[in-house]
C-alpha cells in the first residue's frame, strides 16, 4: 500500500521535473542562434551587476572573484580544443599547414563553444545579482526596523 503511493507520488514528480527540463532544453534551442543578443544581454548583466557594486560601495571580493572566473571562462573559449603546439610527430620539425590536398585540415574548434560561454557567464551573474538583492533587502530592511 505504502510503495503504491511512494511510486505514483515519485512518478508525477519526475514527470514534472522531466517536463521541466525539456522546457528548459527548448529555450536553449531557441536562444541558441540569437548570438548578438546574447552578449547584448551579458553586457547588460555586467553593467547592473556594477553598478550594484558601485552604489552599496561592497562586495569587492565577491567582484574580484567573479573577475576570475570571467578570466577563466575567456581563456576557456580562446584556446583551441585541440592544442597544435603539442600535436605533431617527433620525426617532424614542429606544425606545418597542409600542403597536399590529401592532407587533413583541421578547423579551430574552441575548448569553450560561444553558447557555453555566454550561458555560464550569464548564469553566474544572474545568481550573483539574485543573492545581492535579497541580502542588500533584507539589510534595508533591518536598518528601517532599526531607525524605528
Not at 620525426?91 to 592532407?103: C, F, H, Q, R
Amino acid at each position: 500500500m505504502m510503495n503504491e503511493e511512494t511510486t505514483s507520488s515519485s512518478g508525477g514528480v519526475s514527470k514534472y521535473f522531466i517536463r521541466l527540463s525539456q522546457t528548459y532544453q527548448s529555450f536553449l534551442d531557441r536562444l541558441t542562434p540569437h548570438t548578438k543578443f546574447r552578449w547584448v544581454a551579458a553586457v547588460v548583466l555586467i553593467l547592473v551587476f556594477l553598478l550594484r557594486i558601485f552604489i552599496y560601495q561592497g562586495w569587492y571580493i565577491v567582484t574580484y572573484a567573479l573577475g576570475i572566473y570571467h578570466l577563466n571562462l575567456f581563456i576557456a573559449f580562446l584556446t583551441p580544443k585541440i592544442d597544435p603546439a603539442l600535436d605533431f610527430d617527433a620525426d617532424e620539425g614542429g606544425p606545418e599547414l597542409p600542403t597536399k590536398a590529401n592532407e587533413e585540415f583541421r578547423p579551430f574548434i574552441r575548448r569553450l563553444p560561444e553558447f557555453k560561454f555566454c550561458f555560464r557567464r550569464s548564469g553566474v551573474l544572474a545568481n550573483l545579482s539574485h543573492v545581492f538583492y535579497h541580502t542588500l533587502l533584507h539589510n534595508n530592511e533591518a536598518a528601517n526596523n532599526a531607525h524605528d
